[in-house]
Nanobody
Framework: QVQLVESGGGLVQAGGSLRLSCTASGSTLTNYAMGWFRQAPGKEREFVAMIRWNGGITAYADSVKGRFTISRDTAKKTSYLDMASLKPEDTAVYYC???????????????????WGQGTQVTVSS
């Protein structure tokens, strides 16, 4: 079992930056992935970014590529999502997720991840 706790959401103006953090506790994260999804009101949960715990290989949604950066601190068992050049359309609840590393073709599917945090609100004003 893995427990995930997010922090760092808030209100920011368009063009601004935020850093989200996700700290894991419980089982080891060896051969796991950690990722971020987001869900806006009335929309489905969508993939944002993912990082493999071993090796640090990353993947991003096209909508955030070049603006968001995912990283991890293995000693702290923490994943970070650095968000820059934020847009109003980035407004959503952001969820941290983790689980045994999914195959590449499935890594953007929320069903591929076993553990989820409670979510943190990010609001970008225009």
């Amino acid at each position: 079992q893995v427990q995930l706790v997010e922090s760092g959401g808030g209100l920011v103006q368009a063009g601004g930056s935020l850093r989200l953090s996700c700290t894991a506790s419980g089982s080891t994260l060896t051969n796991y992935a950690m990722g971020w999804f987001r869900q806006a009101p009335g929309k489905e949960r969508e993939f944002v970014a993912m990082i493999r715990w071993n090796g640090g290989i990353t993947a991003y949604a096209d909508s955030v590529k070049g603006r968001f950066t995912i990283s991890r601190d293995t000693a702290k068992k923490t994943s970070y999502l650095d968000m820059a050049s934020l847009k109003p359309e980035d407004t959503a609840v952001y969820y941290c997720t983790s689980g045994p590393r999914p195959i590449t073709s499935n890594q953007r599917n929320p069903g591929a991840y076993a553990y989820w945090g409670q979510g943190t609100q990010v609001t970008v004003s225009s």
